[in-house]
């Protein structure tokens, strides 16, 4: 039946074969293609040799183009996927056939030059005709006499992988040495065949090893696809000549020992043939003759392959996930199955282990940690525990000697790689050995010192100015942008992120009782790194599960005593610049550390809180930025530690211990200005329940600035109020706030009337042609009519309601107020500009309690006036914005001492600033003067004042005839604008004034307007002659004027130059 089934695919190939024998192309071979793949791999396995004939033929023929036998080399391919070589000499015919294809004497790589297609075909078929060969077949290749020939296609599989660029290409011939090394992914578990190939690869491993691993120390633009299986070939490879043998005692099946290792061979024998001359053609065959693997063979390899293996520490720095997993897979073979031949390189394989059981890859570190524990128990099981140890500690401190000047002089890469080692070796150890080794007074100070040094700070960019702002917690937000932990070495979060990591280990499994009482040692002893040791503590402190309150006692009493908490702050003769930076980043460090310790106890914090809580508040309020944002962000773990949701209800809950201290040492001001800052904290978190305990404190700075008004900390007391002014105009808004809906609903129809009748009569009142007959009657008749609607069900002298007694806050922002009035008239700017804030900000409170209101509006109104008078920009401008908030506030009732008093002052710094301004553009440094914020404030703001004070025409016509001069467009563009928008603000509450105005600068500055009396919009239109320098912006304002006086009739026309 089988020769039936091969008679007849014999003639079905025949006359395929036949046209192929007879003219070779691309058409013939793809015939024998196909006809092979329709035919059973038994008949083909039957005709292999008939079907490889012409193949064998027409590659022999050097004038055949290369890509018909590229296609020739396919029906090779596809033959030998269907049929097994069983015999070894047609296995060399077609193996010399194929390196012929390629091979090129007069090239240095004996490699043709281009014909990518062609090798990729060749290597490819070379692994077909290893895999498809029989198991005799194999045995005979692995033989001392076929070792030359198996060296010409080791050879070129090296050339290639070495210097090609075809990505694909260069895998292929990789994987092809794989093949004819037998460490293929298909190779049979036959340790016969393994132990003949093992001898004859061991000539080769030099070349092959130093090949494979220039490969995998590759450039960054190399595929990783290239790396990856360069390694995987090279730890095969090695692994295959290298591994122990199955008859060793099972100490060759574990680790070496410590006297194993340091062993040095000096045998002046040559077992590896180093030292033979090349071209002595005998005595290399000898050598390959008579070399064996044997003892002497093993310990000089494994002396050779230690330097180049340990270069695949590299590689745990490697982009690229799927390479450090391979570099897993290749130290599991050297350390489970070359363990006693390879014992030099033992050390290095496992401190590569433990870098990559750090890695941030899951798959890597799971990897590697199995590896780990791997070894460990065998370890465990097999050896002296002291020798294995005691290896373990002398290299874990090796690497703690050289690791800060190789953390300094790396880039990020290489430090999260050492990074990594450390952290391994720290899990390597674990529990039950890194106590013991931190017992040794040595080990720990170099473990410590170590990290302290690779977390050096950098503080140059530390500022150490006060911006004197109120802060919370919300308002400082943008700052965590950008952490203000910044390091020298360590800049990439990542790296900072396994520091982290590692100060984990050592707080899980080291003694932390050690580690707390060396490092407080160490900040005594060595002062200069006091912050880095104290950054160290915090980040070890903050993963402990299991605290123990004695111990923290201990740290909380370091971190608070007072030579230690309170450092010096202000540059000065005796502290310089660098060192207030440094001060600045312990102090924050030390703020920090009792917000993580806060965190670590949680409610057993409480204990602490009666020591701590008020200093932290203290940092809360500092005036240094930074420092502000920790203390508040300490304050917000204390918060959450003890329950609570935020750090109102923290203080809420502690407002008798603060309040308590606050008074006290309120009064002793110039010992204790840093109560200053808790008022400020105490202050902004505070709520109207907290009036009693504020009232009391703010009563003591009101007498502390009786006592002596010039006095040095009068700033200090004036920020105080003017906190708790901000904080209760704040506390009030919401309260509005939230009763605004209630105070919205005045729906009585009767009531509604009366206020539009007294509303009224009261604009009429102020009218100077008041008309009785206006009003529908006289005054008396309104009095009537509102009498009238008493018939109604409802007792309407009750809606004028009894003057309500203010309550307590007014009284005391009145207070208040009148103490800052005090400072009105100071010659000290700073105490000046934060009364008259202050003040701004306090008469809004009392917007809705006129009689407490309109004196204090008297009683200012004198000191004010003079301030306009003064030559310091910053005080005008300031002034101005006290005046903005009184025209708003009261109204009428200053109109006619602004404008006798006031604008005259204004109306000539105008006039005098325009000159200033007069040419500047855009990008002139100009805008960022005083000068011009002023100018700014003051055209953008006349328009409310203009409408608050209900002011008249005569008036506004002085003020736009002022401030005519920024409508020429050489001012400063944003002034022209600001005039513009003010000249349109003030049409849209007397449009014939600016009207008139406008038409007026026209009339002067820009052409004659007809005299006559029928002025038509057409007449203002100018050509481009009259243009000059007002005539945009005029005619800007006028078509505005015309748009508003107009919209209603549906008529809007425009003008323009």
């Known amino acids: 039946m089988e020769s039936t089934i091969t008679r007849d695919a014999f003639l079905k190939l025949k006359p395929c074969c036949d046209e192929f024998m007879k003219i070779p192309n691309e058409k013939t071979a793809v015939n024998v293609v196909e006809c092979i793949k329709k035919l059973a791999d038994s008949s083909i396995n039957d005709l292999f040799e008939y079907i490889c004939y012409p193949i064998i033929i027409h590659l022999q023929k050097s004038a055949i183009n290369k890509d018909v036998k590229l296609h020739i080399i396919n029906v090779l391919k596809t033959t030998l996927n269907k049929s097994v070589i069983n015999d070894t000499g047609f296995f060399g015919k077609l193996y010399s056939i194929l390196m012929i294809q390629i091979y090129d004497n007069n090239e240095k790589t004996n490699l043709i030059t281009g014909h990518e297609e062609l090798k990729l075909s060749v290597m490819q078929c070379l692994k077909l005709l290893f895999r498809k060969s029989s198991r005799q077949?194999?045995?005979?290749?692995?033989?001392?006499?076929?070792?030359a020939k198996l060296s010409q296609s080791i050879a070129l599989c090296l050339a290639i992988a070495n210097h090609e660029k075809y990505l694909l290409l260069r895998i292929e011939a990789i994987e092809a040495l794989m093949t004819i090394s037998y460490v293929h992914d298909e190779a049979l578990s036959d340790v016969i065949i393994k132990n003949k190939a093992a001898d004859i690869m061991m000539l080769f491993l030099p070349g092959i090893v130093k090949t494979l691993q220039d490969i995998t120390q590759g450039s960054d633009v190399q595929n990783h696809k290239i790396t990856q299986i360069a390694l995987r070939a090279l730890g095969r490879i090695v692994t295959l000549v290298m591994e122990d043998s199955h008859d060793k005692k099972i100490i060759s099946q574990g680790l070496p020992t410590l006297s194993s290792i340091n062993c040095q061979d000096n045998d002046n024998d040559d077992p590896l043939g180093i030292k033979l001359k090349r071209n002595n053609n005998d005595v290399l065959k000898k050598h390959i003759e008579t070399s064996i693997r044997d003892e002497k063979f093993f310990k000089a390899a494994a002396e050779k392959l230690k330097n180049p293996l340990n270069e695949l520490a590299n590689l745990t720095k490697h982009d690229n996930s799927n390479v450090?997993?391979?570099?897993?897979?290749?130290?599991?073979?050297?350390?489970?199955?070359?363990?006693?031949?390879?014992?030099?390189?033992?050390?290095e394989f496992i401190e590569i282990i433990i870098t990559l059981s750090e890695d941030d890859s899951d798959d890597v570190k799971n990897s590697s940690r199995n590896l780990l524990n791997k070894i460990t128990k065998l370890i465990m099981n097999n050896y002296d525990m002291r020798t294995i140890i005691e290896m373990l500690e002398e290299n874990f401190y090796k690497l703690l000697t050289k690791l800060p000047r190789l953390i300094r002089r790396s880039n990020d890469s290489t430090q999260l790689s050492y990074l990594n080692k450390v952290g391994g070796y720290l899990r390597l150890l674990g529990k039950e050995r890194l106590p013991k080794i931190l017992i040794s007074?040595?080990?720990?100070?170099?473990?410590i010192l170590s990290l302290v040094y690779i977390v050096e700070f950098d503080c140059s960019d530390v500022t150490v100015l006060e911006d004197n702002q109120i802060r919370t917690i919300e308002d400082m937000t943008y700052l965590t942008n950008r952490s203000w932990k910044q390091f020298k070495f360590l800049r990439d979060k990542i790296t900072q992120d396994k520091f982290l990591l590692i100060c984990k280990y050592l707080c899980e499994m080291g003694d932390l009782t050690i580690l707390i009482d060396s490092i407080i040692e160490l900040i005594s002893d060595t002062p200069r790194y006091s912050k880095e040791l104290t950054f160290l503590l915090n980040c070890i402190l903050q993963f402990d599960k299991n605290p123990s309150i004695s111990l923290y006692q201990q740290v909380i009493d370091y971190y608070t005593d007072n030579e230690y908490w309170y450092l010096s702050l202000q540059v000065d003769d005796d502290t310089p610049l660098v060192n207030v930076q440094s001060n600045i980043i312990q102090t924050c460090l030390l703020t920090e550390g009792l917000g993580i310790i806060?965190?670590?106890?949680?409610?057993?914090?409480?204990?602490?809180l009666l020591k701590t809580l008020y200093i932290i508040i203290e940092r809360a309020g500092s005036g240094h930025g930074l420092i502000s944002l920790v203390g508040l962000q300490s304050l917000e773990k204390i918060s959450q530690s003890q329950g609570h949701n935020d750090i109102s209800n923290l203080l809420r809950e502690n407002v008798d211990y603060v309040s308590y201290h606050v008074t006290i040492k309120l009064r002793k001001v110039e010992k204790y200005p840093g109560v200053l800052d808790v008022v400020t904290i105490v202050m902004k978190y505070s709520t109207l329940d907290f009036l009693p305990c504020l009232k009391e404190i703010v009563e003591d700075a009101l007498t502390q600035l009786a006592i002596n008004f010039k006095q040095k900390n009068s700033y200090s007391l004036l920020k105080v109020l003017n906190t708790f002014v901000i904080c209760i105009r704040q506390l009030v808004l919401n309260n509005e706030n939230d009763n605004k809906l209630f105070d919205d609903k005045i729906d009585d129809k009767a009531e509604i009337v009366i206020k539009d009748l007294l509303n009224y009569y009261e604009a009429k009142k102020n009218s100077q042609d008041i008309d009785n007959d206006d009003l529908g009657g006289t005054i008396e008749d309104i009095q009537r009519e509102i009498d009238e609607h008493k018939n109604d069900n409802y007792d309407y002298e009750n809606i004028e309601e009894e003057k309500k007694e203010p309550p307590t806050y007014v009284k005391l922002i009145e207070d208040v107020l009148k103490r800052c009035l005090h400072f009105l008239p100071s010659k000290d700017i700073p105490n000046t500009l934060l009364a008259m804030q202050t003040l701004d900000e306090g008469l809004h409170i009392l917007a809705n309690w006129n009689d407490q209101l309109l004196p204090i509006v008297h009683e200012l109104w004198h000191p004010l006036v003079d301030r306009f008078k003064e030559s310091n920009i910053l005080i005008t401008n300031r002034a101005w914005q006290l005046l903005?908030?009184?025209?708003?506030?009261?109204?009428?009732?200053?109109?006619?001492?602004?404008?006798?008093?006031?604008?005259?002052?204004?109306?000539?710094?105008?006039?005098?600033?325009?000159i200033e301004s007069y040419k500047k553009n855009i990008k002139n440094p100009y805008k960022f003067t005083q000068m011009f914020k002023l100018q700014r404030q003051i055209l953008l703001q006349f328009p409310m004042i203009a409408s608050d004070l209900k002011i008249h025409e005569k008036e506004l016509w002085d003020?736009?005839?002022?401030?005519?001069?920024y409508l020429s467009d050489q001012q400063h563009p944003e002034l022209q604008d600001y005039c513009i928008n003010m000249y349109k603000n003030i049409a849209n509450i007397n449009s014939d004034i600016v009207w008139v105005k406008c038409l007026s600068i026209i009339n002067i500055k820009i052409k004659n307007i007809p005299s006559n009396?029928?002025?038509?919009?057409?007449?203002?239109?100018?050509?481009?002659?009259c243009k000059n320098e007002y005539s945009n912006n005029i005619y800007k304002i006028i078509n505005y004027v015309h748009e508003i006086t107009y919209k209603n009739s549906g008529y809007i026309a425009s003008i323009g130059g």
Do not use: G
């Open 137 to 147: 077949v194999i045995m005979s290749l692995y033989s001392r006499e076929y070792a």
């Open 598 to 608: 806060s965190t670590t106890l949680k409610h057993k914090y409480q204990k602490f």
């Open 959 to 965: 003020w736009l005839d002022i401030s005519e001069a």
């Open 324 to 347: 450090r997993l391979e570099l897993v897979s290749t130290l599991d073979l050297f350390l489970t199955k070359t363990t006693h031949n390879m014992n030099p390189c033992f050390s």
């Open 884 to 914: 903005v908030t009184l025209a708003k506030l009261s109204q009428d009732f200053i109109r006619s001492r602004t404008l006798k008093q006031v604008l005259p002052s204004i109306s000539k710094f105008l006039k005098t600033s325009a």
């Open 1013 to 1025: 009396s029928t002025l038509k919009l057409s007449d203002l239109k100018i050509d481009n002659n």
């Open 441 to 447: 007074i040595s080990h720990l100070r170099k473990l």
